[in-house]
């Protein structure tokens, strides 16, 4: 049975003008997710700038997510790092503090092979008694996982079970799916592509566009469940304009622009992050304009 169905929002992580976390307004932004009708929260990904988070902060977010989820709906904690160790250790303290499964991104700037990522994978996913969800977004990390690979993983580590796909090559991710004949749990990984991924047999989305939309984001996948396959459809390409506009510059950059702009308080960035241009600022709020968010 897959960790969820549907969408899943990658959440941002708020901080003060200080830099530090804002706890409060996380508290506030996870409710909001909920009452959206979100079927899982993922915690500390990219969007959360988990990459400029220290340890400490890491798991203390991800605690923190757990304690104000309190099971309501799946919580899956990005843990993963370039070193094997470090990935094991914070998918050991996620799992103490009660996430239903973990998120772990291929090994970045190593560029390890194919067999070092089956090996990476497999000791972190043995370290630990929680599902898995692989994380494939060769656009960050400067390595593809292959199709085979993935497979391999599903099929030979029992806690492995599917992948967030963010490679954004749908035949890539359509052999997948021929091969994995069912042990692949899939996930899309860009919002442009929801319907495509749930048309080949995926489960659902892990959504930066969710942030902003959790509503449309769960409808989009819920009426693809429910059959009304045109419905979904329009939505996915109604959502385009926007989604175009959240990613004109590195993700969560715009995200965080929107919603302080919608009066969600996300704050700032941490560096090397900066504030959004000016130009793509306007396109962005007139974007959200016409999807009737402002």
């Known amino acids: 049975m ?3 169905t549907g969408a899943g929002v990658a959440i941002i992580t708020p901080f003060h003008e200080d830099g530090s976390v804002n706890y409060e307004k996380f508290a506030e932004h996870i409710e909001a997710q909920i009452a959206g009708g979100t079927d899982a929260i993922v915690v500390c990904g990219t969007t959360g700038e988990a990459s400029t988070l220290t340890h400490e902060e890491h798991l203390e977010v991800i605690r923190f997510c757990v304690e104000k989820t309190a099971g309501r709906i799946p919580v899956i904690a990005g843990t993963g790092s370039n070193c094997t160790e470090t990935a094991v250790y914070l998918s050991q303290e996620a799992e103490k503090a009660g996430v239903d499964g973990v998120l772990l991104v291929t090994p970045y700037y190593n560029k390890a092979t194919q067999k070092g990522l ?4 497999r000791i972190i996913a043995g370290s630990i008694h929680i599902p898995v969800i692989l ?34 090559n749908i035949g890539m991710t359509a052999k997948l799916m021929s091969l994995a004949d069912g042990c692949v749990d899939l996930y899309s990984g860009d919002d442009n592509q929801v319907v495509p991924i749930l048309a080949l047999g995926g489960k659902g989305v ?9 509503r449309q984001t769960h409808d989009m996948c819920a009426k693809f469940f429910e059959g009304d396959v045109a ?9 385009i304009p926007l989604v175009e506009a959240l990613f004109c510059e ?11 702009l919608m009066g969600m308080e996300a704050g700032p960035l ?24 402002l």
Do not use: W
């Open 270 to 293: 941490r560096r090397p992050l900066t504030e959004m241009e000016d130009a793509n600022a306007a396109r962005l709020e007139a974007a959200m304009k016409d999807y009737g968010l």
């Open 2 to 4: 897959a960790i969820f």
């Open 250 to 260: 590195v993700n969560p950059i715009p995200v965080k622009k929107a919603m302080n």
């Open 206 to 214: 892990i959504s930066v566009l969710s942030n902003i939309a959790p």
């Open 231 to 239: 419905g979904s459809c329009k939505m996915q390409l109604d959502a």
């Open 135 to 168: 994380y494939n977004i060769p656009g960050r990390t400067g390595v593809t996982m292959q199709p085979e690979t993935i497979v391999k993983l599903c099929r030979e580590v029992p806690n492995i079970v599917g992948v967030k796909d963010a490679t954004g």
């Open 118 to 121: 089956y090996e990476h994978f």
